[in-house]
């Protein structure tokens, strides 16, 4: 390792960890600890505006020791700070010690926030595909580049600060988050039948015809009655193109 690398290495494990740094002087403390400050108040800043609604539940030292160690502990694999955001999914994703600290529903609550964000910024432009119900229902559709198809054990549309369910939930909560054509970002929540209609098409990168994917459903759910089913499928068919969360396939290229 060259005299260079190895400083910078020493440079940046005392930026991480101040408390193992031992700077020769106090001119060097000094500065060390100005360096230190601008990168976690840095870190912080973009971590409260990525996730607003867990840094209003959590205690102010819980937030503190939730950025302080993904800062300490999580080594980034991208240089921009736009994806810090997705760097702090990935370091909850490992279950790091300073969970224990915080409600159980703090990973998948930081998941949606973070997916509302990602979604925001996803390149596309629904609107010119939008559907119209002058155009008749189309044959062929597939799931919008700008919607993701999620599931959570907790009802994360519903956490707040007034709100914080103690327990995991046995069923899992499906939800739709999506851009409409206006660029604001909104979701569905819904049931395990439509949860498996999108799962089915979005499988599709070129789209899928109408009537096979009511063929799918009807075979994954044979417990239901066919007709009620094929009812419904039309309702919810429709509601999802009203919503841009499916596009007519012969045109969302």
């Known amino acids: 390792m060259s005299h260079f690398k190895q400083v910078q290495q020493e440079f940046v494990s005392s930026i991480r960890e101040p408390e193992k740094s031992a700077p020769d002087s106090h001119d060097k403390q000094r500065r060390l600890h100005l360096y230190q ?8 800043g973009f971590l409260q505006n990525s996730f607003p609604v867990i840094n209003s539940i959590v205690k102010p030292q819980e937030w503190q020791k939730l950025v302080s160690s993904f800062f300490k502990e999580h080594k980034c694999c991208s240089p921009y700070f736009a994806e810090i955001s997705k760097e702090f999914i990935d370091y909850l994703s490992v279950k790091p010690e300073c969970l224990k600290e915080v409600p159980g529903f703090i990973p998948e609550l930081a998941h949606y926030e973070w997916l509302e964000l990602d979604v925001s910024i996803r390149k596309g ?5 939008e559907w119209r119900v002058e155009e ?3 044959h062929r559709v597939r799931l919008s580049r700008l919607a993701a198809l999620v599931s959570y054990y907790y009802p994360v549309h519903q956490i707040a600060p007034s709100f914080q369910p103690q327990a995991a939930s046995s069923d899992p909560f499906y939800y739709v988050v999506y851009r ?3 660029d604001a970002v909104s979701f569905l929540q819904i049931n395990v039948a439509t949860a498996l209609m999108l799962n089915i098409v979005q499988a599709a990168d070129e789209g899928l015809d109408r009537a096979f994917i009511l063929k799918q459903l009807q075979t994954s759910l044979p417990h239901l009655d066919a007709t009620s089913l094929e009812n419904s499928f039309a309702e919810t068919f429709t509601q999802l193109l009203d919503h841009t969360i499916l596009l007519p396939a012969t045109e969302a290229k």
């Open 136 to 138: 008749g229902i189309p």
């Open 125 to 129: 432009d629904n609107s010119i595909y």
């Open 37 to 44: 400050s601008l990168f976690l108040k840095n870190i912080d």
């Open 180 to 182: 409409k054509p206006d």
